[in-house]
């Protein structure tokens, strides 16, 4: 009986153990390196590159906007006179004679106004234009997830962002004349937030 406690005993003071590795991580890089790493990532490529290279690059890159602006000539034209034919630009008339009435029928100037209201109902609507969906097997954690993303992006839109909904109805118009036109978003630094603006295609080469 003595045996039995004695081996019992030494098999609790004395247990089998196993070899474990730690391995010991590095240290987690400071604020400066960080910065310094953002530094590295965003610098200006340009300032390394030969000379030559630049040049080239730059002649390309001029020949290539050369060709664009040849090749949307005519819808420029075209962009231009619907301007006109809107009928909200008062023009001096001098043909057929001084003085004479320079109407311009509504036609096109409702028909753009119509797919304004019709596409502005559409795509904005009143609880906001996001709408979000659960790709693949839905669960109720990935419902939840999806719809906190619906209504914070709603309300980010409908809320923050003051500019979003004017410049988007804006945009509506002249989409219906130019047949194009871009939204540019991004974040402002001082005002943290994001920011919305439109582009119209008139403008993306300074015409």
């Not at 980010?156 to 109805?169: H, L, N, R, S, W």
Request: charge should be negative; aromatic fraction near 8%; charged fraction near 30%.
């Amino acid at each position: 009986m003595a045996e039995i406690e004695k081996a019992i005993e030494e098999e609790v003071i004395t247990p089998n153990s196993e070899e474990v590795d730690i391995e010991i991580e590095g240290e987690e890089p400071t604020i400066e390196e960080k910065v310094s790493e953002a530094e590295e990532f965003f610098k200006n490529i340009a300032e390394d590159m030969d000379d030559d290279v630049l040049q080239r690059l730059s002649n390309q890159l001029l020949d290539d906007y050369k060709k664009d602006r040849v090749s949307r000539k005519d819808w420029e034209t075209s962009y231009t006179s619907n301007l006109d034919l809107l009928g909200i630009k008062h023009t001096e008339m001098t043909r057929p004679f001084k003085g004479s009435a320079s109407v311009t029928h509504p036609l096109l100037s409702e028909a753009v106004t119509s797919f304004q209201a019709q596409a502005y109902k559409e795509l904005l609507p009143s609880q906001g234009p996001v709408k979000t969906r659960v790709l693949g097997v839905e669960d109720n954690e990935k419902m939840n997830q999806a719809q906190r993303v619906q209504d914070f992006m709603n309300y980010m839109i409908t809320e923050e962002m003051e500019e979003y909904t004017p410049e988007f109805d804006q945009l509506l118009f002249y989409l219906a004349l130019a047949g194009s036109a871009f939204k540019k978003s991004r974040i402002k630094i001082y005002s943290c937030r994001r920011f919305s603006s439109s582009i119209l295609c008139n403008r993306l080469n300074g015409m």
